[in-house]
Antibody, heavy 120, light 108 residues
Framework: EVQLVQSGAEVKKPGESLKISCKASGYSFTTYWIGWVRQLPGKGLEWMGIIYPDDSDTRYSPSFQGQVTISADTSINTAYLQWTSLKASDTAMYFC?????????????WGQGTLVTVSS | EIVLTQSPATLSLSPGERATLSCRANQSVSINLGWYQQKPGQAPRLLIFDTSNRATGVPARFSGSGSGTDFTLTISSLEPEDFAVYYCQQRRHWPLCTFGQGTRLEIK
C-alpha cells in the first residue's frame, strides 16, 4: 500500500526557518515524482513544485520559485519542503503528493497534510 | 497561465439525485484534466484522470467527460458520502498545473 506520512503541525514566528517532511512507503521512491500542494485556510489548492528523487530534478511553480526549497533523501525515502524565512502569509496546510504516469501524471496519492502556522 | 473556472460554486442536492459539476479552461487542455474530492479535515482524493478515467477504487457512479476547454464531472446518484468539495486540475503543460477554485456539493 502506498503511504505518504507527513511530519506534524508546526507553529513558528515570522522570519524563522522551517523544514517539513513526507516519508514515502509502499512503492519505489526514486522513480516517481513527488511534490507539494498548498491550501490556504478555507481556500483552494495550489501546486508548489515537484522533485524526481532519483536525480533530484526539481521543478517549481512560478508562484513559489525562490520562496521555498524542495529536496529529497533517497536513503530514507523522504521528501522535504523548506523555508528560510517564514511569513504570516505562509500559514496554510501543506500536502505532499505523488505523481503517477499511469494516472495522467495527476496526484494519485496524498499525505495527510502538515499545518503550518506563522504568527508573532 | 491556464485558468480553470468551476461552476457552480455551490450545488445543493439531495441523496439519490444526479450531480453535474462543470470546469472550464481559458485555453485548451486537451484531455489532461483530473478531478479530486476533498472532505472536511481530509486530504483530497483523486477521482478521475485524463478527463474520463476513474482512479482505483472510485465507484462507477462517478464519471468524467469533455475535451479542450469544457469538462464535466457527473455523479449519477448521490450517496451521503459524496457531499464534499470537488476540484478540477489541468496538466496540459507539464510540469505546470493549476486547480479550479472548487465546487461545494452540499445536502439540500
Amino acid at each position: 500500500e502506498v503511504q505518504l506520512v507527513q511530519s506534524g503541525a508546526e507553529v513558528k514566528k515570522p522570519g524563522e526557518s522551517l523544514k517539513i517532511s513526507c516519508k514515502a512507503s509502499g512503492y519505489s521512491f526514486t522513480t516517481y515524482w513527488i511534490g507539494w500542494v498548498r491550501q490556504l485556510p478555507g481556500k483552494g489548492l495550489e501546486w508548489m513544485g515537484i522533485i524526481y528523487p532519483d536525480d533530484s530534478d526539481t521543478r517549481y511553480s512560478p508562484s513559489f520559485q525562490g520562496q521555498v526549497t524542495i529536496s529529497a533523501d533517497t536513503s530514507i525515502n523522504t521528501a522535504y519542503l523548506q523555508w528560510t524565512s517564514l511569513k504570516a502569509s505562509d500559514t496554510a496546510m501543506y500536502f505532499c503528493v505523488r505523481l503517477n504516469p499511469m494516472t495522467g501524471l495527476q496526484f494519485d496519492n496524498w499525505g495527510q497534510g502538515t499545518l503550518v502556522t506563522v504568527s508573532s | 497561465e491556464i485558468v480553470l473556472t468551476q461552476s457552480p460554486a455551490t450545488l445543493s442536492l439531495s441523496p439519490g439525485e444526479r450531480a453535474t459539476l462543470s470546469c472550464r479552461a481559458n485555453q485548451s487542455v486537451s484531455i489532461n484534466l483530473g478531478w479530486y474530492q476533498q472532505k472536511p479535515g481530509q486530504a483530497p482524493r483523486l477521482l478521475i484522470f485524463d478527463t474520463s478515467n476513474r482512479a482505483t477504487g472510485v465507484p462507477a457512479r462517478f464519471s468524467g467527460s469533455g475535451s479542450g476547454t469544457d469538462f464535466t464531472l457527473t455523479i449519477s446518484s448521490l450517496e451521503p458520502e459524496d457531499f464534499a468539495v470537488y476540484y478540477c486540475q489541468q496538466r496540459r503543460h507539464w510540469p505546470l498545473c493549476t486547480f479550479g477554485q472548487g465546487t461545494r456539493l452540499e445536502i439540500k
